[in-house]
Nanobody, 121 residues
Framework: QVQLVESGGGLVQAGGSLRLSCTAS????????MGWYRQAPGKQRELVAI???????NYVDSVKGRFTISRDNAKNTVYLQMDNLKPEDTDVYYC???????????????WGQGTQVTVSS
C-alpha cells in the first residue's frame, strides 16, 4: 500500500558530505513523523534524526551540528543532509515514515530499503 524509495548513499572521504532522500508513495492520507535510522552489522538499529509534521526536529548527540533533517510535504519526501562525515558514520541508513492510509486509521510506520553510507578515513 505504501512504498518508500531511498537514494543518495555512497562512498565519501572523511569531512565530506552526502544527502539522503526518501520518498513515500501509494495509499497516503497523511504523514506524521519522518525519520532516519542507521544500523551496523550485528548491532541494533539506531535513531539518527526525526522530524514531526510541524517541523520539530531531534537528533542523536553524535550527529548534532553535522546532520540536518528536513522534509517536503508536497513531495512526501524526507531528506538527511550529512556534513563533516566521519568514519564512524559508516552504516546502512533507513528512513521510517509514519503514514495514515485513511482518516479512520491510526498511523503505521513504513521502512525504506536502506542505503549504504561509507566514510573512508
Amino acid at each position: 500500500q505504501v512504498q518508500l524509495v531511498e537514494s543518495g548513499g555512497g562512498l565519501v572521504q572523511a569531512g565530506g558530505s552526502l544527502r539522503l532522500s526518501c520518498t513515500a508513495s501509494g495509499s497516503i492520507f497523511s504523514i506524521s513523523a519522518m525519520g532516519w535510522y542507521r544500523q551496523a552489522p550485528g548491532k541494533q538499529r539506531e535513531l539518527v534524526a526525526i522530524i514531526t509534521s510541524v517541523g520539530t526536529t531531534n537528533y542523536v548527540d553524535s550527529v548534532k551540528g553535522r546532520f540536518t533533517i528536513s522534509r517536503d510535504n508536497a513531495k512526501n519526501t524526507v531528506y538527511l543532509q550529512m556534513d563533516n562525515l566521519k568514519p564512524e558514520d559508516t552504516d546502512v541508513y533507513y528512513c521510517n515514515v509514519v503514514v495514515r492510509t485513511s482518516w479512520d486509521r491510526a498511523g503505521t510506520g513504513y521502512w525504506g530499503q536502506g542505503t549504504q553510507v561509507t566514510v573512508s578515513s
